[in-house]
Each structure stands twice: as C-alpha cells, then as structure tokens.
C-alpha cells in the first residue's frame, strides 16, 4: 500500500522563485490495482510519482510505502531496498541505456541491487522475455535497435529489479500506435498475471478508460477527484467542469444520449455498443 | 499540377538494409496529404530526402518542377519549410523573436524589416506575446509553433510536418493540428504532414500509407481508411468511426462512412428511427 | 537547478545593462589588466570603488556578489595555507611550538595571500557585473563583433559566436537531462553520493554515457533543423540584432582607461 499523507513540496524552497509543485496531498493509492495518474502539463504529476523512489523529499508531510516511511525534514533511509520495491520507468526510458548488450544493461540494476553476475543475468533473460525481446537482442547494442525496441529494453531493466509496485511515467510516448498498445498490455499482463502494481502517469485518456482501475486527477498541485476509472468518465458533467477529453466511446454514447438514447453504464467499448444497438435497433 | 513528384526513390541507411525500396508518389499544388506508417516504415525518411537532408541512393525529386540535386537545393529549400518532431531541437536561438529572425537572417532579409515580420507570424501561431521569452519557459506545443512561424516568415509554398505533434501532450497536439489545418484552409499552402494521428489524416484530403519502405496504398481517407484488414495487417489503427461501422456491420447492421464522431451518432440515431 | 545562480543574467532596466556588450567586453579586458598591475593598495582601492559604482548603477545586491564569492572561499583558505607554509619573508608575525615542530607566520605570507585574493575578488566582481547586466546573446554577439577584425588572420568568428550562442542555448536543456538520467540511474540502484572507487567510476559511466549519445542525437536534430531553414555557415546573412555605440559606451570606456594609466602610474612611476 503507498500512502500520501498531507504532502507538499516546493522547488527551490528558500529562493525569490520557489513554487509549490504539489500541496497537501492525501492519497492511498491500493495494492495490485492499475491507478492512473492524470492531468496536465505542469499540474505535478512528475513531482508526486519522484516521492515514489525518494528522488525528491517531502516538503512537508510524509509519505508511507509499505513499511517504509518518507518525512520531510528526515533524512531517507534505507533508500537501495525502497527502490528494489519501486521501481519507477521515466519518461523516454531509453536514454538510460548505456551497457554495450542489451543483455548486460538490463542486468545492471539487479546487480546494483546486490545480484550476482549469474543471478541478474538470469533475471535479465526473464525480464526480456516478459517485454517480448528474444535471444537474439542479448547481444545487440541497445543503441542499435529500433526506438520501440530500446523502450522494452529499457522497461526491461526495471522489470528485472522485481519492483511490487511499478510506476510509469509516459511509457507510450512517442511510440507508433501498435508499439503503445503493445507497450500497455504488457503492463496489464503485469498486473493480472504477475499481481504488480501498477501507478501510471499519462495524457492518454483512452488507455486510462479502458486498462486503469482508479483514476487520480491533479490539478496545479492538488488532487481533484479520485475515482473507480469507468465512473469518472461516464460522470460528463465532470468532465465538462474539468476539461477532460473524453474517451470516444464515451463522446459517442454521449452524442447518441443527447438525442434522446438511452445508452446505460455497462457499454464499454465498440463492440458492446454494436451488439446493444442490434438489440435495439 | 504536382508540386512534388518523387520517382523510385530508394535509400539505405546501412548497407544491404534498404530504408526505402522504391518509393513514388505525386502531390498536388494546395492539397494536404498525411503520410501515415508505423514508425520504420520509411515515412520520415521521406521527409528528409525531400527537404534535401539526406540524398537518395537512386530515384529522383521534383519540387515545383525543379529537380532536386547539390544545384538546386538553396533554390528548393526556400520554397519548402519543415516542422521536425522534437520541439526542443529545433529551437535556435535563445527567443521567441531571435528564433523567428534565424531564417530570415540566413536569407539575407533587411534586419530593420524584421520586426514587422516577425510581429506578423507571431501574431499568426498565437505567440506575440511570447515574443521575448526563453525557449526553456516554453510547452512544447508552443514551441513548435514558434518553428511554424520561423518557416512562414519565409513564405514556403510547402510545409512538411514530420512528426510534429507527436511528442506534445493532448493541448498542444490540438494547438498544432489547428494551425495546419488553417494553413490549408485559408492559405492555400501545400502540406505533407508525417504522422500517427489517423484522426488528423481523416482530415486532410489524401493518404500515403508506408509500409517497409513501399507505398502500401494511396488515396482519399475513405479509400484507405476502409480497408480495415489491410491496414490491421500493417500494423496501423484505425479511425473509431470507421470502427464502430466495422462493429456494426458484423451485428448486421449497414451505416455509411462517417468521418466525426457526431456524424457517426447523427448515422446510428436515424438508423434507429428507420 | 537551484544553485547555478552564479552570474545569471538579471533583466533590469539600468544605464549598466544599456551599455552595448561590445564597450562592456572591452571595459572588462582593460580593467583586468590593470588589476594585474602590481599598484599597491590604493590601486585596489581605486578600482574597487570604481567596480562598486558599477554595481550600485546596475542595481545588483552586494548579498548576490558575495554569494559569487563562495565558491571561491575554499581556494583562498587553500591559497592561504600554501603561502603560510611556503613564504619565509618579512617580519615574524607569530612564532609557536606544535608537537615539538617550529611554527612561524610572516608578515609578507599574509600580505601575498591578501593581494592575490584581492585580486581574485576583483575579477570575481568585474566577470559577475557583465554577466549579470549582459543577456548572454549579446555577449556572444559581442564577442563575434569584437572578433570579426581578426577574420584576415582566419579567426572565424561568426562560427565561435555562433557555437557559443547555441551552448549557452542548451545548458538549461542538458541541466534537465543530467538530472532526468541521474534520475532514472538512481531508480536502477544506483548510488551516486557514495560506494567503492568501481562503484563511483560505473555510477559515472551510466550518466555520461547517455548524455553523450542524447546530446548527439539533439546536435544531429539540431543541424537538420538548421539546414532547412537555410543556415550555412560560410554564407552570407544579416543579422536581426544590430549593436550601435552610444555616448555612454564612450564614458564607460574612458573610465576603463582611465583606471589602467592611473593603475601604470601608481604602479611603474610613483
């Protein structure tokens, strides 16, 4: 369980210039579900997932992961077994690459971890498999593949950690249509088969509808709404209120609704509206 | 009249690994075509080639009559701007204003009749009162549209979009997507935009569809977009209206192709009624 | 990010940011020679005063020079402490017994230090005062002025300028970047504060070496970019900024030299 109580911090913090990224945040975000983290450019959803991994230190508040406890004005400790815990993908990935294999990069951080050779390797083999990458990219050049392919090789690497908890943030940006829907089904392969938890950060409302459980709202630093993903975005007086984009199932229905059907909550995708309008129609 | 025309194109980045394997295809004076393609396919390759960055192996290009080679290009390159992928590696200089004046500066534009054109192109993408900013205070969406004023400033008659929203977030995206669309709209101006976005190439007038290096298809939206198989098998998505037909189709129920999601309910609303 | 704060250009509206970079690079040249000049104490005073004046016209908090300072604090102690141990001149300022070994201070020790601390300030507070009241374009602007004479002896000037201006342009971009791979680094395990000498050396390796490759990729991206919209670095181009000489460039000038024959008077003819 990770548990936000009353957190707040502040970039540069005693200079002419400080801001408040994110202010008093309470969120417990449950155990073995997919949450989705959402809202725009700036309104400190970067700045809450970094507490995650201790890569930035409450301002005030404190934040509990499991049995580790983050405070501010504490110095963290024991920071090597909270990122074992938690590992956190950034934003293009694949500038952390940096072994001469992929192989090796992605045995990397098992072995900071305290892995042998032989053990972070086999987790590495593991780890590649699980992104779909086979034999034959052990022995590649991680600067040498496809953009699609360093991404994996590079969510490899943190796969490899054995996070529980997996935090992404953007992980299809800037890939092709198949390579995001392969990237965000590996991840709910993760959740469901494996039991991993799952915190994801994005713009794309349609992965949030049809792959999140929860879905988190930030807005300049606050948390706006927190809610069971289907529901919040069939609530469209919500949306409307606070600038969502709506998925298009939903701007569909919504069309269709307003001229007078009467299409109900249980109608989640393209499919599920075809087979109610035969019934229907 | 076909203001690009490019003829058996073919380029490899290494060897024996052709990028392109004989690529032609002709675009029309003032029309929008999206080249669409899942991302190896070939399809920035073709920008670059185009814009003179990178020299074909074999094949040739032909801008508004002209053929591209070592001669021509400066000649070329003032006819045609191009908006690249990554916001932050486009940006020159260390302002809004500076950035703009960079292309006219290399085209040896009178500096005291600079101002008025950068007012004039600011003002255009929504930027003039950004003028003085730093390109590290500024969202990627406005970033780019900064790019979109530094090529207009220079009055190309074609503009390439390689990428260009691919890397901004859902405003900036919109932001983007509406200043190509006025381009087109109200000034007439050739665009070849490279993109994912099937939602955008719905709307531009025609398709190219790349596919390991080969034209896979061409043609109007609705020519491409209803070979959904196809486009399935290439790894491509496929517009939600088009979608929902396809659904309802295998319910046995017949729509015609709609492009909105508001003509698409408009559709299914009478065929209700019917 | 917080701490590069060190002569970061401060937009104010002052007659000291007015000035063209051109006579503001030139004032600094001037003025550092004459720092070097062996003038005595009351050359020092002379400039620091005529520094101070500077920093009082361009609005710049003494609290912002003396946070420059700090950086340096552990170079003066160092300098300090090498001079006690090494100058054996002048009079016997403190003569004491440690562990049975002989301890002497003398006087020209602390004078030497002093001087070239003195000096080191002075420079520290000429350097931050252009920086601060210079946008860096100007500055790089400037110096591609000031340098294009030197072009018959094949000093290319516009490309320094032009190199300098665009590294100036991306130090925000790369801060960002070192701090999103060290980031990312840091979420693999590793550690980047403490560890064995191997762990250090590998900790360093997985930071600089994507630096590395995401800068040439943005430096490729970069010069595409420029291509297209028409850039040659040979070519012929104008330039939107003009730089004009103004009467106050001429005063600031005349200052500056004035400061260097009184700083050769005081120190080669009284």
């Known amino acids: 369980m990770v548990k936000f109580e009353s957190l707040s911090y502040i970039y540069a913090k005693d200079m002419p210039y400080a801001t408040t990224a994110i202010e008093d945040i309470d969120l417990e975000i449950a155990k073995g579900k997919i949450t989705a983290i959402i809202g725009k450019t700036g309104s400190g959803k970067s700045t809450l997932i970094q507490h995650l991994n201790a890569l930035l230190l409450p301002t005030k508040g404190k934040l509990v992961i499991e049995d580790h406890v983050i405070e501010a004005d504490k110095k963290a400790t024991d920071l090597k077994a909270l990122r074992k815990k938690v590992g956190l993908v950034f934003q293009f990935s694949e500038y952390q690459l940096f072994e001469e294999t992929i192989l090796k990069d992605v045995a990397f951080g098992p072995k900071n971890f305290g892995l042998s050779e032989e053990e972070a390797i086999k987790k590495a083999k593991e780890a590649l498999k699980l992104v779909g990458l086979d034999e034959t990219y052990y022995t590649r050049s991680p600067l040498d593949v496809s953009g699609g392919q360093k991404r994996r090789a590079a969510i490899a690497g943190i796969l490899a950690i054995e996070p529980e908890i997996i935090v992404l943030d953007e992980p299809t940006a800037g890939l092709d249509p198949r390579g995001s829907k392969e990237m965000i089904e590996l991840f709910y392969r993760l959740n469901k088969d494996l039991h991993k938890t799952i915190i994801l950060v994005t713009h794309d409302n349609e992965i949030v509808y049809n792959y999140a459980d929860e879905v988190v709202l930030l807005d300049k630093g606050h948390i706006i709404e927190k809610k069971e993903a289907k529901a919040f975005f069939e609530d469209t007086a919500l949306l409307d209120e606070l600038d969502i984009l709506r998925p298009q199932i939903i701007a569909l229905k919504e069309a269709l609704n307003k001229k007078g059907a009467s299409i109900g909550d249980d109608v989640h995708s393209i499919d599920d509206l075809a087979k109610y309008w035969r019934q229907h129609g | 009249m076909a203001i690009i025309e490019v003829k058996d194109l073919h380029f490899s980045y290494e060897e024996n690994i052709e990028a392109l394997k004989g690529v032609s295809f002709s675009i029309e004076k003032g029309s929008y075509t999206t080249i669409l ?238 | 990010m917080d701490k590069i704060v060190f002569g970061k250009y401060i937009p104010l509206d002052t007659p000291i940011h007015a000035l063209d970079p051109r006579a503001k690079i030139l004032a600094m040249l001037v003025v550092l020679v004459a720092i070097f000049l062996p003038a005595g104490w009351l050359g020092y005073l002379f400039i620091g005063i005529a520094i101070g004046i500077v920093i009082i016209l361009a609005k710049i908090k003494f609290k912002v020079i003396l946070r420059a300072f700090k950086p340096m604090m552990f170079m003066m102690i160092f300098l300090l402490v090498i001079n006690i141990l090494s100058v054996k001149e002048g009079t016997v300022l403190v003569d004491f017994d440690i562990f049975g070994h002989d301890f002497t201070i003398y006087a020209d020790a602390i004078f030497d230090t002093l001087y070239i601390i003195v000096r080191l300030l002075l420079m520290i507070m000429i350097t931050t005062v252009l920086t601060m009241t210079t946008k860096p374009l100007d500055l790089t602007l400037g110096i591609e002025y000031l340098l294009t004479p030197f072009k018959v002896i094949h000093v290319p000037a516009h490309e320094i300028a032009m190199m300098i201006s665009i590294a100036l342009r991306f130090i925000p971009t790369i801060i960002e970047e070192t701090m999103r791979i060290m980031n990312a680094q840091k979420s693999r395990g590793v550690d980047f504060e403490e560890g064995k000498l191997s762990e250090k050396i590998s900790a360093i390796v997985s930071l600089i070496v994507p630096l590395f490759s995401v800068s040439l990729q943005r430096a490729d991206e970069l010069a595409n970019a420029m291509e297209a919209r028409g850039y040659a670095p040979d070519g012929k181009r104008t330039r939107y900024r003009r730089l004009k000489y103004a009467f106050r460039d001429i005063v600031l000038l005349g200052g500056a030299i004035a400061i260097l024959v009184m700083m050769i008077i005081l120190a080669f003819v009284i």
């Not at chain 2, 920008?47 to 053929?67: H, P, R, V």
């Not at chain 2, 003032?78 to 004046?101: T, Y």
């Not at chain 2, 600011?122 to 390109?135: H, I, R, S, T």
């Not at chain 2, 531009?204 to 896979?216: A, H, L, P």
Request: hydrophobic share 35%.
């Open chain 2, 37 to 274: 393609g899942h991302n190896g396919s070939g399809k920035s390759t073709i920008a670059k080639l185009i814009a003179g960055l990178l020299e074909a192996k074999s094949g040739e290009i032909y801008i508004d009559g002209q053929k591209l080679s070592i001669d021509t290009i400066a000649d070329i390159r003032k006819k045609l701007g191009i908006v690249f992928q990554n916001p932050d590696n486009q940006f020159i200089a260390s302002s809004v204003r500076e950035d703009i004046a960079f292309g006219l500066e290399n085209y040896c534009v009178d500096p005291l009749k600079m101002d008025d054109i950068i007012d004039k192109y600011a003002g255009l993408v929504g930027m003039k009162e950004n003028l003085d900013k730093e390109p590290s205070n500024l969202s990627g969406g406005q970033k780019q549209r900064v790019a979109i004023a530094g090529i207009l400033a220079m009055h190309p008659s074609i503009i390439i979009f390689d990428e260009a929203t691919s890397m901004l977030d859902p405003t900036g995206k919109e932001e983007i997507k509406k200043i190509i669309y006025d381009l087109h709209g109200d000034d007439k101006r050739t665009i070849l935009s490279i993109t994912h976005d099937i939602e955008e190439a719905l709307k531009s007038d025609y398709i190219i569809v790349m596919n390991e290096g080969k034209v896979y298809k061409c043609g109007k939206p609705h020519e491409i977009f209803s070979d959904t198989k196809g486009l399935r098998d290439i790894g491509l998505d496929i517009p939600f209206t088009y979608k929902v037909k396809e659904a309802l189709e295998k319910e046995g129920i017949k729509i015609p192709y709609t492009d909105t999601i508001e003509e698409l309910a408009e559709v299914l609303w009478s065929n209700l009624k019917a």
